[in-house]
């Protein structure tokens, strides 16, 4: 069965700092990766995808992240962390026939300090 | 264009009463989803329609939580009896398959259901 770890409930870093967010998946098929950001209060947003390709997937917001098929992860890096990206991340997976059923790992939590 | 709209946005009930929430997708979205997510959890499931029929409802407690989608538009989720377990925030999201975006799901701020 699918599944998504994200080993690290919670992360704080200071805003200027580089980040990496971890996500290990299990699925036997190529899966497709999505990371999602949910700010408080809100509705959670894409921030960017992994179908096939080039492994170095680049999203919204300065973010990225890179599949690495050996080690089943889909870490999500951002080189300069800003105050606004606070907020609670999820890496999620889904099936490549059917894309739409996504299993979503339990999140981390990033906290900037000034 | 306006994003998923949901009501209300919060909601305190005692167990075993009825609830009941709302889900408006954005226009022309053929699919639309609602998820359960438990505080310290991702999102779950629950049901997924495509315009009002249902395609998955295999993670939906069908002896309490019942949805909708008449007209193949807005939805309706409810809770009959609710459950201390029931607390969590559920969530909306809304997609269109046929367009250049088909694999995006656009959420809906959620509402947030404590159970006392």
């Known amino acids: 069965a699918q599944s998504v770890t994200q080993p690290d409930i919670h992360i704080t870093v200071s805003e200027g700092a580089s980040l990496e967010l971890r996500c290990n998946y299990s699925?036997?098929?190529?899966?497709?990766l999505f990371w999602y950001v949910q700010s408080p209060g809100q509705g959670l947003q894409l921030l960017l995808k992994?179908?096939?390709?080039?492994?170095l997937v680049q999203g919204i917001k300065g973010f990225e992240a890179e599949f690495k098929r050996s080690q089943s992860s889909f870490n999500l890096r951002k080189p300069s962390v800003h105050w606004s990206d606070a907020a609670e991340y999820f890496c999620?997976?889904?099936?490549?026939?059917?894309?739409?059923?996504?299993?979503f790992g339990t999140g981390t939590r990033l906290q900037v300090f000034p | 264009e306006a994003g998923v709209a949901q009501s209300p946005r919060y909601k305190i009930i005692e167990k075993r009463q009825s609830v009941a929430f709302w889900c408006n997708p954005i226009?022309?979205?053929?699919?639309l989803y609602w998820y359960q997510q438990i505080l310290g959890q991702g999102p779950k499931l629950l049901i997924q329609?495509?315009?009002?029929?249902?395609?998955?409802d295999s993670q939906l407690p069908k002896d309490r939580f019942s949805a909708e989608r008449l007209k193949g538009v807005d939805s309706t989720l409810k809770i009959q009896p609710a459950k201390l377990e029931d607390s969590a925030v559920y969530l909306c999201?809304?997609?269109?398959?046929?367009?250049?975006?088909?694999?995006?799901?656009?959420f809906g701020p959620g509402t947030r259901l404590t159970v006392t």
């Open positions: 226009s022309g979205h053929a699919t």
């Open positions: 999620a997976v889904g099936r490549s026939y059917n894309t739409d059923k996504l299993i």
């Open positions: 992994y179908f096939s390709g080039d492994t």
């Open positions: 699925y036997g098929a190529t899966p497709y």
């Open positions: 999201a809304s997609s269109s398959p046929a367009g250049p975006l088909w694999y995006e799901q656009y």
């Open positions: 329609f495509q315009n009002n029929g249902v395609v998955d």
